[in-house]
């Protein structure tokens, strides 16, 4: 099985920032893709932020420039750093990764279980 652990998530300030960390764990053989997704109440799910295996990311429009998304390939986990936090940033963002587990194992798409980022002065 493969499972997706986030931490980080809480409550700051304008303009203040955060780190959003997830971690793989499992009988996993290849990560491919791995991204940050986010929901606000009342609002669909949507994609923050994304990078590949060969490390190529790509942004939502109103993330480019305040945040950063990066791996740890030896620790099967991403990050999201967020600087300059805007109260609209405010929702519940999850972890996402496409995986292939060992053995004859299929290739799917796991989710973490969200982390609350709340941005409020």
């Known amino acids: 099985q493969v499972q997706l652990v986030e931490s980080g998530g809480g409550l700051v300030q304008p303009g203040e920032s955060l780190r959003l960390s997830c971690a793989a764990s499992?009988?996993?053989?290849?990560?491919?893709?791995m991204a940050w997704y986010r929901q606000a109440p009342g609002r669909q799910r949507e994609l923050v932020a994304s990078i590949t295996a060969s490390g190529s990311t790509n942004y939502e429009d109103s993330v480019k420039g305040r945040f950063t998304i990066s791996r740890d390939y030896a620790k099967n986990s991403v990050n999201l750093q967020m600087n300059s936090l805007k109260p609209e940033d405010t929702a519940v963002y999850y972890c996402?990764?496409?995986?292939?587990?060992?053995?004859?194992?299929?290739?799917?798409?796991?989710w973490g279980q969200g982390a609350q980022v709340t941005v409020s002065s």
């Open positions: 499992g009988s996993i053989l290849i990560i491919y893709s």
């Open positions: 996402n990764a496409d995986i292939k587990q060992e053995g004859f194992g299929a290739r799917d798409v796991y």
